[in-house]
């Protein structure tokens, strides 16, 4: 799980990046959209596959601007999301330490 967040984040900046590579970051929506699903993180799956579908296409100010617009939605959505999954993980090891006694 953390090397996911680690690969999103990293995305995220290359995105921040204002990079015009459409190509790279189509592949890396579709892998993150398959990673996200994974975890049940449905929200940042389906931005990630609208990623993917939005720079499929050719290269534009459009284009560009609608990518952007939803790298910054799902660095939003991963911000909730990781809090969410680190509370959750945190709740689990307190109840393991808990079911020691």
């Not at 953390?2 to 990293?10: A, E, G, N, Q, R």
């Not at 990630?48 to 459009?62: L, M, P, T, V």
């Amino acid at each position: 799980m953390v090397s996911f967040f680690k690969l999103l984040h990293c995305i995220l900046t290359f995105g921040g990046r204002q990079s015009k590579d459409l190509k790279q970051i189509s592949q890396l929506g579709h892998f993150l959209k398959g990673s996200s699903a994974a975890l049940g993180v449905k929200r940042v799956s389906s931005t990630c596959e609208q990623i993917q579908n939005s720079a499929k296409g050719i290269s534009s100010e459009k284009i560009l601007e609608e990518v952007m617009s939803l790298l910054k939605r799902v660095k939003a959505e991963y911000d909730v999301a990781k809090r969410h999954l680190q509370e959750c993980l945190e709740h689990h090891r307190i109840e393991q330490s808990l079911s020691v006694f």
